[in-house]
T-cell receptor, first 115, second 113 residues
Framework: DTAVSQTPKYLVTQMGNDKSIKCEQNLGHDTMYWYKQDSKKFLKIMFSYNNKELIINETVPNRFSPKSPDKAHLNLHINSLELGDSAVYFC??????????????FGSGTRLTVV | AQSVSQHNHHVILSEAASLELGCNYSYGGTVNLFWYVQYPGQHLQLLLKYFSGDPLVKGIKGFEAEFIKSKFSFNLRKPSVQWSDTAEYFCAVNAGSNYQLIWGAGTKLIIKP
C-alpha cells in the first residue's frame, strides 16, 4: 500500500564499504528525487530523474550514483562510504512540474550511519 | 502516531494580500520545525526553520513563522504577497530522536496578479 517506499530504513556500515538504497513508487509518477538531510536537518536535493532520464544533478561526489531502471524506481548507490555521508536520505516522487496538490510524495527516509 | 497537518490544500490570494498558512503537529516533545517552498517546476527549498530560542523566526523573501508550543503550531505568514510567491509550501517536523522528517501534505498557493 505504501506510495513511496525506501529500503532499508536504517543502514549502519563501515567506512570504505559500498551500499545501495532502493526506492520505489506506485503512484504512477514520472519524476523521482533523492534528497539528503544532514544532521542540521537541512534538506538538499541530490538527483532527479524524469522518465528514467537525469534532469537534476546537484554537486555531489562521484561516489554517489543514481540508477533508474524504470520510472517507478530510483536507486542510489554509494561507493567508498565516508563518515560525512552519514545522513538521512529521502526519496520522493511527483508528476513533473506539479507538487502537493497533484502528488508530490516523499518516502519515509533511510538513515545512513557510517562508522 | 506523529503527524503534521496543513489546514488548506489550496489558497488563492490577490497581490498585496496578507498570508497565513497553518501548520499543526502532534508530538509532545522537543521539535525542530521547517517550512519548505517549491516553486513551479523546481525542487524544494528551505524557507525558514525553528530549532530553539525566539519563537518568531524570519526566513527568506519576507516570510516569517511563529512557533506556539501550547498550540503545537508553526504558522507561516507574509504581510504582503507577490505574484512570485505562487508555489507550494510544505511544513515539516523533526520530532524527538527520530531524525526523519514528518511532512505535511502541502499547500498550493496561487497569487492572482
Amino acid at each position: 500500500d505504501t506510495a513511496v517506499s525506501q529500503t532499508p530504513k536504517y543502514l549502519v556500515t563501515q567506512m570504505g564499504n559500498d551500499k545501495s538504497i532502493k526506492c520505489e513508487q506506485n503512484l504512477g509518477h514520472d519524476t523521482m528525487y533523492w534528497y539528503k538531510q544532514d544532521s542540521k536537518k537541512f534538506l538538499k536535493i541530490m538527483f532527479s530523474y524524469n522518465n528514467k532520464e537525469l534532469i537534476i544533478n546537484e554537486t555531489v561526489p562521484n561516489r554517489f550514483s543514481p540508477k533508474s531502471p524504470d520510472k517507478a524506481h530510483l536507486n542510489l548507490h554509494i561507493n567508498s562510504l565516508e563518515l560525512g555521508d552519514s545522513a538521512v536520505y529521502f526519496c520522493a516522487s511527483s508528476l513533473r512540474g506539479q507538487g502537493a496538490s497533484r502528488g508530490y510524495t516523499f518516502g519515509s527516509g533511510t538513515r545512513l550511519t557510517v562508522v | 502516531a506523529q503527524s503534521v497537518s496543513q489546514h488548506n490544500h489550496h489558497v488563492i490570494l490577490s497581490e498585496a494580500a496578507s498570508l497565513e498558512l497553518g501548520c499543526n503537529y502532534s508530538y509532545g516533545g522537543t521539535v525542530n520545525l521547517f517550512w519548505y517552498v517549491q516553486y513551479p517546476g523546481q525542487h524544494l527549498q528551505l524557507l525558514l526553520k525553528y530549532f530553539s530560542g525566539d519563537p518568531l523566526v524570519k526566513g527568506i523573501k519576507g516570510f516569517e513563522a511563529e512557533f506556539i508550543k501550547s498550540k503545537f503550531s508553526f504558522n507561516l505568514r507574509k504581510p504582503s504577497v507577490q505574484w512570485s510567491d505562487t508555489a507550494e509550501y510544505f511544513c515539516a517536523v523533526n520530532a524527538g530522536s527520530n531524525y526523519q522528517l514528518i511532512w505535511g501534505a502541502g499547500t498550493k498557493l496561487i497569487i492572482k496578479p
